[in-house]
């Protein structure tokens, strides 16, 4: 074929691309139009990694309900946080605002409940909304037709509730009370006609780990696969890295590991954790007494303990999101219901031989987000753009048809849920932890990351690290200050200054 020929023929063929692209987008939106604003069933667990989710490859635990959101709408593959700890996250997701702005930097500080937030714009627009389950922080919550909320973080079992101002008491397992509480809400609490928002926070799968007596023997008999860099030490990183304090090695308590008594279990529930733990711990302290568990061999039984436990949690976590999913067919609303998995933020499960958060590392800076939007979002779409927490509150508002104020400083995702993602749509992201002196020891610090780079500037030591994410997804080899890297530390850096500045950061 002639070369102009072969051009104009492909010319066409981009054109019909883009026109099919653009086609699907505006259909979607007519669809939003014609069947009215959508409800939003916003499901956050609590410190659930990305990489404990079978739709997200976990090669230790299977989530089969929350893969149902990956095959029926899209899988975010680059969601990531704004601060890496529990209180500043929620701020995030209610105001639309990074933590300086928000007044939540740490978990001290009290969530000011009058400024604006999401829930109380889609209220004033018609929605009736609830908020159910692991609150934290602190003050009331306003905005809401309904509440019923955990006290702080709230126990694995027997948990005392704040509804609506009075305090109720429970008997049971937290993550199945909240999932009963939401459908007793869905059944009966909500005004019907209306569209509605209810969200749903598990404080599950949060530390310590105590789970439900259904999932108490899951796991057992079963060697977990180890992460790679359980023994990390930390050799080319910054000195932040080997001065924190919550190693699987050296720093889960008795408390956390199952060797102590565990707290608020009433006498039924005490028989039946002593029936699945008492031989277990019988044959480690067997073991530590005749000296087979030492050194490395210790830390793996912590491993194995701690993850186990972990994952067992996260088992209930998955069987509430099925619970609800089927709640909401059986009641005829999933079509034009909009329904969110994500979690506070990422965490470890023994990946550089920790657990908790709070770092800008992969494992923790990444969280799990799973959008089902039908009509809206293709089944089973994979999307890798950069988005954040810091979006949720405008997709919200979009998604329901109400104005998005400009203090805000998220994005709407709609477009980039419905495709094609808008060509001006972010290259970078930033990130910021402020809460030192804190538990952990973790040294407050802030970056930028891009779709294949990440630069982290540890402010107090005046240290910096760098990483290439495609080469070095483990993030093992810091970048920063080798020889043909003064380029992209500058182009970096660059960026970092931008994104300060876009966000109102100051010193």
Partial sequence: MHAHALMFVLAGLLLLSGCARHSRSDAARAAREAAGPPNIVFIMADDHAWQAISAYGSNRNVTPHIDRLAAEGVRFDRAFVTNSICAPSRAVILTGLHSHLNGVRTNAETFDGEQLTFPKLLTRAGYSTAMIGKWHLKSRPTGFDH??????????YNPAMIRDGEQVEHRGYTTEIITELAIDWLREGREPGKPFLMMVQHKAPHRNWMPAAAHLTDFDGVDLPEPATL??????????????????????SPHDLKL?????LDAEQQAVWDAAYAPKNEAYHEAVEAGELTGDD???????????DYLRCVQSVDDSVGTLLDELDAMGLAENTIVV???????Y???HGWYDKRWMYEESFRTPLLVRWPGVAEPGGVNTDLVQNLDFA??????????????????????????PTPADWRSSVYYHYYENPGAHNVARHEGVRTATHKLIRFYDTDEWELYDLVADPDELTNLHGRAGTEALTARLEAELVKLRAAYAVTD
Avoid at 260 to 264: F, I, K, S, V
Avoid at 397 to 417: N, W, Y
């Fill in 147 to 156: 509440y019923e909320v955990l006290i702080g973080q709230g126990p694995y």
């Fill in 231 to 252: 023994f990390d030490d930390y050799a080319d990183n910054a000195s932040p890295a080997r001065a924190q304090e919550m190693t699987i090695a050296n720093h889960l």
């Fill in 260 to 264: 102590a008594p565990q707290r608020r």
């Fill in 298 to 308: 210790l830390v793996r039984w912590n491993y194995q303990r701690y993850a186990k």
């Fill in 341 to 347: 998995y994500t979690s506070d933020q990422g965490w």
């Fill in 349 to 351: 499960l023994g990946e």
């Fill in 394 to 419: 405008p997709t919200f508002l979009e998604a329901a048809g109400v104005p998005v104020p400009v203090p805000m400083q998220g994005r709407s995702m709609v477009d980039v849920i419905a495709g």
